[in-house]
T-cell receptor
Framework: DAMVIQNPRYQVTQFGKPVTLSCSQT?????MYWYQQKSSQAPKLLFH???????NEADTPDNFQSRRPNTSFCFLDIRSPGLGDAAMYLC??????????????FGAGTRLSVL | DAKTTQPNSMESNEEEPVHLPCNHS???????IHWYRQLPSQGPEYVIH???SNVNNRMASLAIAEDRKSSTLILHRATLRDAAVYYC??????????????FGPGTSLSVIP
């Protein structure tokens, strides 16, 4: 059973048109992460939530925002997508306690195309 | 985060063992060595991690050098489903509550039938 679910798997948007990607988890993990992965590159961390605390990476553009309304859900908002934002977006979760402490669990990703 | 160095790519024949090396000469005493892999069109998945001693699980084995400046991920019998990018990552065990996975380029493993 999928534990970190990303919807949709494929998303097409227009240049400059706001888009939201969603992630949900059934693991009850307190940490959630968003990564951007461009073709043939490693995933790059954009930001993460520790519980309700938002932590932005220093080089994440302001165009990228995130919301976490509750433990289970986290959203990635791209306010004005540019052609360079076309990528795979990966959501991940982890917990800071127990046997699986600090192991990250990833969703299958959402591939974003910008036309 | 301390840096790791891995070969860009490796090939293996199906059903043969695979040894994926990782160098981490600047590793600190509190860094765990983690391995993740990413199959085509999938998100990364955790493989194994260790601190000082060699580790085994159902997916792989991790051999850690005595000085901890290098490690090797061992797939005992490669299958076509093991074709993936393998990432070696150092994570500081002292960081409290949580920490971040920072990915390097990884090793792209091809498995030849």
């Amino acid at each position: 059973d999928a534990m970190v679910i990303q919807n949709p798997r494929y998303q097409v948007t227009q240049f400059g048109k706001p888009v939201t990607l969603s992630c949900s988890q059934t693991l009850n993990h307190n940490v959630m992460y968003w990564y951007q992965q461009k073709s043939s590159q490693a995933p790059k961390l954009l930001f993460h939530y520790y519980d309700k605390d938002f932590n932005n990476e220093a080089d994440t553009p302001d165009n990228f925002q995130s919301r976490r309304p509750n433990t289970s859900f986290c959203f990635l908002d791209i306010r004005s997508p540019g052609l360079g934002d076309a990528a795979m977006y990966l959501c991940a979760t982890s917990t800071d306690r127990g046997r699986t402490k600090n192991i990250q669990y990833f969703g299958a990703g959402t591939r974003l195309s910008v036309l | 985060d301390a840096k790791t160095t891995q070969p860009n790519s490796m090939e293996s024949n199906e059903e043969e063992p695979v040894h994926l090396p990782c160098n981490h000469s600047t590793i600190s005493g509190t860094d765990y060595i983690h391995w993740y892999r990413q199959l085509p069109s999938q998100g990364p998945e955790y493989v194994i991690h260790g601190l000082t001693s060699n580790v085994n699980n159902r997916m792989a084995s991790l051999a850690i050098a005595e000085d901890r400046k290098s490690s090797t991920l061992i797939l005992h019998r490669a299958t076509l489903r093991d074709a993936a990018v393998y990432y070696c990552i150092l994570r500081d065990v002292v960081e409290t509550s949580y920490d971040k996975v920072i990915f390097g380029p990884g090793t792209s493993l091809s498995v030849i039938p």
